[in-house]
T-cell receptor, first 118, second 110 residues
């Protein structure tokens, strides 16, 4: 099946620094990738939709200047958390869109990246 | 986007069949119903998807009544490893991003 990877799986950074998270579709091309954030014991919250070669579409309340998304190829999207603060500590999950056919649709999720800002 | 309502949590003993019902009263004509499973500190995993009636795969069955205002995920003979959060999502395939509700936390007890 389709596999999505994320790197790193976990990262600790100091407050004020920037962190880049990579999301790759390993065996398929993903026109669209999505970024989610999940706090402990809570559901996934959609942050942005990323289309290859174009600007990302951010959900209401998500700061586009703080969470920079780049989708430079059909297999790679990156999320950069700029000037990270402790409240940005969370579990970041990406997913990639693959449409198997008219009547079937699956979105494949990466394993997630645990970000801790100290 | 159609809003979904699921029980917050459920408990079950090993070997039992578990049915998790999801309400989606405002489902649109083009919407499909998709269920995902998530273990702690992992990304969600696709379980099953359907549009109407019944869908079955090697993992679960999905029952959708004629009015499509609800759906039921059925997990046969659960084991301890099925302890996870199960999310019901409703949306137009390929047209809208998936929006997750609160999910149902299933605890399987030995």
């Amino acid at each position: 099946g389709a596999v999505v990877s994320q790197h790193p799986s976990w990262v600790i950074c100091k407050s004020g620094t920037s962190v880049k998270i990579e999301c790759r579709s390993l065996d398929f091309q993903a026109t669209t990738m999505f970024w989610y954030r999940q706090f402990p014991k809570q559901s996934l919250m959609l942050m942005a939709t990323s289309n290859e070669g174009s600007k990302a579409t951010y959900e209401q309340g998500v700061e586009k200047d703080k969470f920079l998304i780049n989708h430079a190829s059909l297999t790679l999207s990156t999320l950069t958390v700029t000037s990270a603060h402790p409240e940005d500590s969370s579990f970041y999950i990406c997913s990639a869109d693959t449409t198997a056919g008219v009547s079937s649709y699956e979105q494949y999720f990466g394993p997630g990246t645990r970000l801790t800002v100290t | 986007l159609a809003k979904t309502t699921q029980p917050i949590s459920m408990d079950s003993y090993e070997g039992q069949e578990v049915n998790i019902t999801c309400s989606h009263n405002n489902i649109a004509t083009n919407d499909y119903i998709t269920w995902y499973q998530q273990f702690p500190s992992q990304g969600p995993r696709f379980i099953i998807q359907g549009y109407k009636t019944k869908v079955t795969n090697e993992v679960a069955s999905l029952f959708i009544p004629a009015d499509r205002k609800s759906s039921t995920l059925s997990l046969p003979r659960v084991s301890l490893s099925d302890t996870a959060v199960y999310y019901c999502l409703v949306g137009d395939p390929g047209n809208t991003p998936l929006v997750f509700g609160k999910g149902t936390r299933l605890s399987v007890i030995a």
